[in-house]
């Protein structure tokens, strides 16, 4: 050591600081790697719940429109019979005329 340098020294003491301050880098990265993993968990699990509730919010949406037109039909269905019963002869005559105007089309092709 007698023949070591004041620049040998500096040389090794930098070594060393900088071996030190690379072990210091890998556990700082290391710790910025578990944080974004989580980071990107949680994100992940807020995009599954976000989509699910508006996979709800929609089936939901879809299914109030089915039941507005099912009772739309319903009512109309109704509508149509009572006009059926009463008044059957322009019933009758209604549906002859479609009939035919349904034959003229067709047999037109």
Excluded at 52 to 62: D, F, P, T
Aim: no cysteine; hydrophobic share 40%.
């Amino acid at each position: 050591m007698a023949n070591e340098t004041k620049g040998d020294v500096a040389e090794k003491v930098s070594t060393e600081k900088l071996s030190q301050d690379i072990e210091t880098l890998k556990a700082d990265m290391s710790q910025i790697v578990g944080t974004l993993r989580e980071l990107g968990l949680q994100s992940k699990d807020t995009a599954v719940e976000v989509g699910r509730r508006r996979y709800e919010l929609a089936r939901q949406k879809g299914q109030d429109q089915v039941d507005y037109l099912r009772g739309t039909a319903d009512d109309l269905s109704q509508q149509a019979t009572d006009a059926v019963r009463e008044r059957p002869a322009t019933a009758l005559l209604i549906a002859a005329g479609i009939g035919m105007l349904f034959g003229l089309l067709s047999a037109r092709k």
